[in-house]
């Protein structure tokens, strides 16, 4: 892979505005979902693995802590959690008891389609605000900025 040419500052300033700017994009969406959304919000450890198994069906705890960077006890703990609240479903392994595979119930994905629904609708509300520029800049970013989260954290890619 080709390293860039850019500076070590201006590395240094791209990743200190990219470190700012995301959490803060991400509490605005997380404050209009809690707002907006009919349901009490999940802790935010248990919308990352019902996020995860939405994209994963069938993942064990174990595969989804490695992708979480959470212990499996800790993911086991919020496993338990969600099945109490019927949000998730652990189904054994037939090859091997020990292990369960994690899958959501029909509510845990009405639940997610419904706060992706909102976020992308208040994402859409605000892309329209912008230039053509920016959502020129924008677009050609997405691509670059799922290279570097598989960079960062290979599993999560």
Known sequence: MPRPSASEQDLRHIA??????????????????AQDFPYPKPPEGQLALLRLVGERDGATVREAADVLLMKPNNVSALVTQLAGQGLLE??????????AHLHLTAEARHRLAEVAHLMEGYVVDALRTLTDGDLDAIGSALGALR??????HPAAG
């Open 16 to 33: 200190s505005a990219m470190s700012a700017v995301l959490p803060a994009l991400h509490r605005a969406l997380d404050r209009r979902v």
């Open 147 to 152: 290279g570097l989260a598989r960079q960062i």
């Open 90 to 99: 652990r189904r054994q392994d037939p090859a091997d008891k020990r292990v």
